[in-house]
């Protein structure tokens, strides 16, 4: 993605997918101006896989003091994420970059 073609508002929304995953995402990929955009989509879907997985692990791993590790070792990835979206930077998780560009959907 070319760094040059991200408008500041592409910037904010994608930073704003990072942080409030999975429900951010899913509305925006609702709006028809905003899925449209390159930017923005790469980041919405990275996001929203990112979101799913860890409400996920979440659940697996239940209500006990593993989960609030978790919690924040989950958290603090999201926040550099959201910092390189508004960058205008590619983003790249393990796993989940991969997994959705062989998909297609990014």
């Excluded at 101006?33 to 990275?46: N, S, Y």
């Excluded at 593993?66 to 998780?93: E, H």
């Amino acid at each position: 993605m070319a760094q040059g073609t991200a408008t500041s508002d592409d910037k904010l929304w994608a930073a704003l997918a990072y942080l409030f995953t999975p429900l951010a995402p899913v509305i925006l990929l609702l709006i028809d101006g905003k899925k449209d955009r390159p930017f923005i989509k790469e980041h919405l879907v990275q996001a929203l896989v990112w979101g799913i997985v860890s409400i996920v692990l979440g659940f697996v791993l239940g209500a006990t003091i593993i989960l609030a590790c978790v919690a924040w070792a989950v958290w603090i990835p999201q926040i550099i994420w959201a910092y390189q979206a508004y960058q205008g930077k590619s983003v790249t998780i393990p796993v989940i970059t991969d997994f959705v560009k062989n998909q297609g959907w990014a």
